[in-house]
């Protein structure tokens, strides 16, 4: 969509963000949804590693689809990308009705005022908030792969849909090995997690520096992987 946007005439550039954010806010509904979901597939003890099961899949969805759109884009245009796209909600509607979470008889009430004592319970435990705030952070900063990426391949390279998939295919590639690294870290130390900070805005500076493809395929790579376990 947002490839659609870099490209796309003043005429078509209003309607490409009223979809854009209509689509943010489902979103807003969607991701917390289904990363929470994820707890009642499981059994405790097997969370850790269902997380980065999912990280894996979410991630190798990302290497293989954007090189799909890719050549899509490049070849029939983009109107049959948003079609199949929409398509490919069919098969999770489907999914989503055939699970049978393991634990049934787990799920609780939900409280009255279960937001507000989730934001109390959290401003009181220094472990929850710090996180939180330096998620916030780099999620309001950094995390901005889908707009920035298009304008990278089409306006700094003069690239074409191609180009635009190549690079997001890059990103996820290291994020596919960021996300199988994960599932043997179970409980990540403080230097490594400040560690992999810092790769990380390395990484997005040396992608903005980049002085063509190639050198910004690498710096998306290593972006989308954090530093090895020592």
């Known amino acids: 969509m947002l490839w659609g946007l870099a490209v796309a005439g003043k005429a078509s550039v209003a309607a490409i963000v009223a979809i854009s954010v209509a689509g943010g806010v489902v979103q807003i509904v969607d991701s917390p949804a289904r990363q929470a979901f994820i707890g009642s597939l499981v059994m405790a003890e097997g969370l850790s590693g269902a997380v ?55 799920r609780q009430a939900r409280a009255a005022g279960g937001v507000r004592a989730g934001l109390r319970y959290a401003a009181s435990r220094q472990q929850l908030w710090l996180p939180l705030v330096m998620m916030a952070l780099v999620g309001l900063l950094a995390f901005n792969f889908p707009v920035i990426l298009p304008v990278l391949a089409s306006h700094t390279f003069h690239g074409n849909g191609g180009t635009y998939g190549l690079l997001s295919t890059m990103l996820s590639v290291g994020s596919v090995a960021g996300s199988l690294g994960v599932g043997f870290i179970r409980h990540p130390r403080r230097p490594y997690l400040m560690a992999a900070a810092l790769a990380f805005g390395a990484f997005l500076t040396a992608t903005a520096g980049a002085p063509d493809v190639a050198v910004a395929c690498l710096t998306l790579l290593a972006t989308g992987r954090p530093p090895s376990r020592s």
């Open 52 to 106: 980065s099961l999912n990280g894996v899949v979410m991630n190798s969805a990302r290497v293989v689809g954007p090189a799909l759109a890719g050549v899509l884009i490049v070849t029939i245009g983009t109107t049959p990308c948003f079609a199949v796209n929409a398509l490919s909600y069919l098969a999770v509607i489907a999914a989503l009705v055939m699970l049978r979470p393991p634990r049934p008889g787990a």
